[in-house]
């Protein structure tokens, strides 16, 4: 099923783990001008640092291990995400993994863009796509949903 975004409002989650929070902010700082035209949506620690560093308008939800990428999931299965910037830490393990890996798992599901690293997001916020119309498709789960049991 493909449906038009409009790119004016296009509504991003932010989420870094702590080794690498410093680098989301400053990556946030160069890309300020782009991010203040979204709407911006990060876990707990991660929106703190965005608001006071950054300057950025930002709508917290509660820290990661305490649910806030699975409240990012639940956003972006809502359909009310547009792109994902989640710097990760591959070098150290991480207590509440599966939350993570469901979390990317669901924008693969729902086809939403994921960066996961700084490098990835630079692609994706200088892409001509950032604020120009798109037409995206999203997956059509009417026949999971109504298969009988």
Not at 117 to 139: G, I, K, Q, V
């Amino acid at each position: 099923m493909k449906f038009k975004l409009d790119m004016s409002t296009k509504t991003v989650a932010l989420i870094a783990h702590d080794n690498r929070k410093r680098e989301l902010v400053e990556w946030a700082e160069l890309n300020k001008a782009s991010m203040q035209k979204c709407k911006v949506f990060a876990t707990g620690t991660t929106g703190k640092l965005l608001k006071s560093d950054v300057g950025l308008e930002v709508t917290s939800l509660q820290s990661g291990p305490l649910g806030g990428d699975q409240q990012i999931g639940a956003l972006i299965a809502e359909g009310r995400i547009d792109m994902l910037i989640f710097f990760w830490d591959p070098l150290e393990p991480l207590p509440h993994d599966q939350d993570i890996k469901a979390l990317l798992r669901l924008a693969v599901v729902w086809n939403i863009p994921v960066a996961c690293n700084r490098a990835t997001a630079d692609f994706l916020f200088a892409s001509p796509l950032l604020f120009s119309d798109y037409e995206r498709t999203r997956p059509d789960f009417t026949a999971y949903q109504n298969r009988k049991l």
